[in-house]
């Protein structure tokens, strides 16, 4: 079997969580945890940003979207620019540590450890005509719950019109990239959106 390759992991934490009375989704509490300790326990072998005004664990690299809330676009653009092999390096592309993948997931995903680790697990198959990788349910694509190749990701921004990243939507960066949608059950999927989603994700932890 090949050995897995190494990827990065941008984790969005800046989300205003209005439906959840404006709480800071990264410090909600489930089954003992935060949300955010809980993404963070995905292990994908590369380095690791959190992009958001929220307090991360020693050790962990944090950055914020210029500006501040500017959306997941921005989030995104800023968790890329804050890793140590950015493309605004002009020696990242030539660093034989720099991982071709990097994953992109919002913290409000309790399940999205296990979900990366499946979508990683992919990789090492797949030829050079696809771009990213993401779940699908129900019909449903994950494009916050990710992982891509990270050159079509930078060229994916570079496309934005005039580089406008704050405000833009995800399908507007990613919808146009080759995707390989891996059919996954529902078990690991969904995020905490509502009190009643948190109520359901505790459920099925006590189960």
Do not use: F
């Amino acid at each position: 079997m090949p050995a897995l390759p190494p990827v990065d992991l941008v984790v969005l934490a800046g989300g205003r969580g209005t439906r959840m009375g404006g709480r800071d989704k990264a410090s909600i509490e489930l089954g003992g945890r935060t949300l955010l300790e809980r993404v963070l326990t995905a292990d994908l072998g590369g380095r690791v940003v959190v992009v958001g005004e929220t307090a991360v664990p020693d050790g962990v690299r944090r950055t914020v979207e210029d500006p501040p809330g500017g959306g997941p676009v921005a989030g995104i653009g800023a968790g890329l620019d804050a890793l140590p092999w950015s493309q605004r390096s002009a020696s990242a592309a030539g660093d034989p540590t720099r991982p071709d993948w990097v994953a992109v997931c919002a913290v409000d995903q309790p399940g999205a450890p296990q979900v990366l680790a499946a979508l990683r697990h992919t990789l090492a198959g797949l030829g050079e005509e696809i771009d990213a990788v993401c779940p699908r349910h129900d019909g449903r694509v994950q494009w916050l719950l990710a992982v891509y190749r990270r050159a079509a990701l930078d060229a994916a921004r570079a496309r934005l019109s005039g580089g406008a990243e704050d405000g833009a939507s995800v399908r507007s960066l990613v919808a146009p990239l080759r995707w390989r949608e891996l059919e996954l059950d529902g078990v690991h999927l969904g995020d905490v959106d509502t009190p009643a989603d948190l109520e359901r994700w505790s459920s099925a932890l006590d189960g």
